[in-house]
Nanobody, 127 residues
Framework: QVQLVESGGGLVQAGGSLRLSCAAS????????MGWFRQAPGKEREFVVA????????LYANSVKGRFTISRDNVRNTVSLQMNSLKPEDTAVYYCAADVHTNWGQGSRRINEYDYWGQGTQVTVSS
């Protein structure tokens, strides 16, 4: 069983920045692909970014490329999402997710690739 706890959400003005963190339990965190997804009101959950188990590879949604940066610390069992140049359309609940089967590739953009999810953290960007 893996537990994921997100933190760092909040309210920010357009153009501002936020940093989300996700703390994971589990002794084999360094073998997990980690992802961030988001869900806006009335919309489906969508892929934001993923990072491979080593941290050497990343995937970004086109909508956040160049503005968001994912990183991980395999000693502290954390994954972070630095969000810059935030836009009102980034407003959503952001979820951290873990794929514990050491899969990596374009499939890491898919919701059903992930085995465990955090409870989510709200990000609100005002215009």
């Amino acid at each position: 069983q893996v537990q994921l706890v997100e933190s760092g959400g909040g309210l920010v003005q357009a153009g501002g920045s936020l940093r989300l963190s996700c703390a994971a339990s589990g002794r084999t965190f360094s073998s997990y692909t980690m992802g961030w997804f988001r869900q806006a009101p009335g919309k489906e959950r969508e892929f934001v970014v993923a990072i491979s188990y080593s941290g050497a590879s990343t995937l970004y949604a086109n909508s956040v490329k160049g503005r968001f940066t994912i990183s991980r610390d395999n000693v502290r069992n954390t994954v972070s999402l630095q969000m810059n140049s935030l836009k009102p359309e980034d407003t959503a609940v952001y979820y951290c997710a873990a794929d514990v089967h050491t899969n990596w590739g374009q499939g890491s953009r898919r919701i059903n690739e992930y085995d465990y999810w955090g409870q989510g953290t709200q990000v609100t960007v005002s215009s």
